[in-house]
């Protein structure tokens, strides 16, 4: 009985002490509730039947499930994504699309002052007011660039403090790992919690996926498959310049080696993956059609700028300055290689970055995200330039077998957008010629626009007269026939003229330059009506449009990414609840088994009491 008494009392002793430890862990992150298990000891044969001998513990039970810890540690990586995703994804979004902020209000105010000087094209306020809504509008294209820049710098320094927070954490589930495989049946179930904690966390930053070893130790590793936690042994996380940009940073692992090696963006999870996510599929390629609206918009109005004249009959001079396309040498480029870039055709120009590739004496070029091949042709001089993605390339120097660079098309161009032209009476609202058609012309034709193509050679232009000589030819001041077909332009010294409707043979028309302080304002609206010039994506699409489907791509990007957010929170609120159903501390219930273990801790020391009395009573009975 005393036997008896006294295991059952040592056995409620431990089952209150872990109740009691239930209960002040009841609040502790990553805590899970224990419970000791009890067994009957074995009676033994004392004639007519078996008699118990007691209670032992048989195990002090940590409640957790390794499947709920699995979809906890997946949900933990896809919420750390999809908030960094999310929240980086809807500042953007203000960004552009914001009245203050935007490009809406001074783009809008640039043509409704484009549209006053074609009002009033001898007007020195109007042409003034064009100038400063100029001077606004590129300002704005800077800003916008300037604010893009400044997320791509936070996705740098959260980068680097992210990585250094997942190594602390991966090198602490290494050593508790060591501890768990020394202590090996016996390992603490708190020690089993700290590192489920810490993997929870760690999942959130990388994500994770683990495979439990039979000394109880656990190995993680990334989404990707890379090792970051081996037995005992963490692998260390880091950054790297990337090869083409030193500003910026990219992912390494620790190699077999030692060696850092690099991690893409889709080789994680958690937050770091969604910083890398966000630069890579949103930031770059907003920044990238900011420019490429940037750079269309400029190499535009300064094109039909030239193409007319200004209130000093001069020819028009660009309004715009833009940077050249970027174009940057890889850090382990052996040969002495360099470009000289410039836009040649803004229909093709995509604003996509590419990796152009020398190799057998040849070019190539690639998607930078994708690496799928580019067209690109032309040898690489000043008389054949590279052409690709619309941009042309003259190759300096001399390039070794290998060597790559970056191109981007137009990641500086609304960066480096400057306003250039200061005299508003530069600005081009005439067309270059007054072109009329003689009164005894027998077609229907009459002269349409007109535009500059050299202007050197149109300083020193005079009249010229045009006579059709049949359906098919013309001559310039009597001069050569040249062939003719309906939609063609009449070219003469450094200009063009574009003829409307058909010509009958004979029919004459005269063209003379457009004098100083002229009022014509046919150039005027062509400024003005640029914005609905089909100008982009192989002359489809024009520039309000394309400002229009960018502000909503950002912001679709955006709204994508708070629902997908939303939803994943509604799955690991889910999750967290089906661990608190398993693993959490109930309250009510600790108290009823504090009170239901009380009571048989008071029955088990009774039954001591009781087989002490009768211990004394047998010793007093024996004494006398």
């Known amino acids: 009985m005393l036997s008896t008494g006294s295991s059952a009392l040592l056995a409620f002793q431990r089952a209150l002490n872990t109740v009691g430890h239930n209960v002040a862990n009841a609040s502790t992150p ?129 980068l680097k403090a992210q990585v ?82 030193a500003d910026r940073l990219q992912l390494s692992l ?20 969604g910083l890398l996510e966000f630069r890579d599929r949103v930031l770059d390629p907003a920044r990238a059609e900011l420019g490429r609206l940037a750079a269309t918009f400029a190499e535009g109005f300064n094109a039909t700028q030239r193409a007319g004249v200004d209130y000093n009959g001069k020819p028009g001079a660009d309004m715009f300055e833009l940077p050249p396309p970027r174009v940057d040498r890889h850090a382990g480029n052996t040969g002495d290689a360099g470009f000289t870039s410039r836009i040649g055709d803004l229909g093709a120009l995509t604003g996509q970055d590419l990796v152009l590739r020398f190799d057998g004496g040849a070019w190539s070029a690639t998607r930078a995200d994708t690496g799928q091949p580019v067209p690109l042709s032309g040898s690489g001089t000043a008389g054949d330039p590279l052409k690709v993605g619309g941009v042309e390339l003259v190759v300096d120097g001399t390039p070794a077998s290998g060597d790559r660079f970056s191109l981007r098309p137009t990641a500086g161009a609304a960066a480096g957008l400057q306003m250039v032209l200061e005299d508003p009476y530069a600005i081009a609202a005439a067309a270059p010629l007054e072109a009329t058609a003689d009164a005894a012309n027998l077609g229907k034709a009459t002269p349409g626009a007109s535009r500059i193509t050299d202007p050197a050679a149109f300083a020193s232009a005079a009249t010229a007269t045009i006579e059709f000589i049949d359906a098919g030819q013309y001559t310039v001041n009597g001069g050569t026939p040249v062939a003719w077909q309906p939609g063609q332009p009449i070219r003469g010294e450094g200009w063009e003229l574009d003829i409307d409707g058909t010509p009958a043979p004979g029919d004459r028309f ?115």
């Open 30 to 158: 990553g805590y899970s509730r224990q419970r000791v298990d009890m067994q009957a000891r074995i009676g033994q044969n004392t004639g007519p039947g078996q008699f118990g001998a007691g209670v032992d513990v048989a195990r002090l039970q940590r409640l957790a499930d390794g499947l709920v810890l699995g979809r906890q540690l997946d949900s933990s990586g896809e919420m750390g994504r999809l908030q960094q995703l999310s929240g980086l994804a809807i500042r953007l979004d203000t960004v552009v699309s914001d009245s203050v902020s935007g490009l809406a209000l001074p783009w809008s105010e640039f043509f409704a002052a484009a549209e006053g000087v074609t009002a009033e094209p001898a007007s020195s306020a109007a042409r003034g007011a064009l100038l400063s809504a100029g001077t606004q509008l590129a300002t704005r294209w800077n800003q916008l660039d300037r604010q893009m820049g400044q997320l791509d710098s936070e996705v740098n320094d959260r």
């Open 164 to 245: 250094g927070t997942a190594n602390r954490l991966a090198g602490e589930v290494a050593r508790l790992n060591r501890d768990i495989a020394a202590a090996g049946p016996n390992a603490s179930p708190d020690m089993l919690d700290q590192r489920d904690l810490r993997l929870g966390e760690l999942a959130g930053l990388v994500g994770v996926e683990t495979v439990a070893q039979d000394d109880g130790s656990v190995n993680v590793f990334t989404t990707g498959g890379q090792a970051l936690v081996l037995g005992a042994r963490s692998m260390e996380l880091g950054t790297l310049p990337d090869p083409y940009r």
């Open 254 to 273: 620790q190699g077999a080696t030692g060696q850092p090696m690099p991690l893409g963006g889709s080789a994680v999870s958690g937050e770091i993956g």
């Open 510 to 624: 005269s063209a003379a330059p457009t004098p100083p302080r002229s009022a014509d304002n046919a150039n005027a609206r062509q400024l003005a009506g640029l914005d609905e010039l089909d100008l982009l994506a192989g002359g489809t699409l024009d520039l309000g449009t394309a400002l229009a489907q960018f502000t909503g791509k950002v912001g679709g990007e955006a709204r994508h990414s708070e629902l997908a957010l939303e939803a994943q929170t509604a799955i690991d609120t889910q999750v967290s609840a089906e661990r608190e159903s398993i693993s959490g501390v109930n309250l009510d219930e600790e108290a009823a088994n504090l009170l239901r273990y009380q009571q048989a801790y008071m029955a088990a020391a009774q039954v001591i009491a009781t087989a002490d009395t009768l211990f004394q009573t047998l010793l007093g009975a024996v004494r006398r």
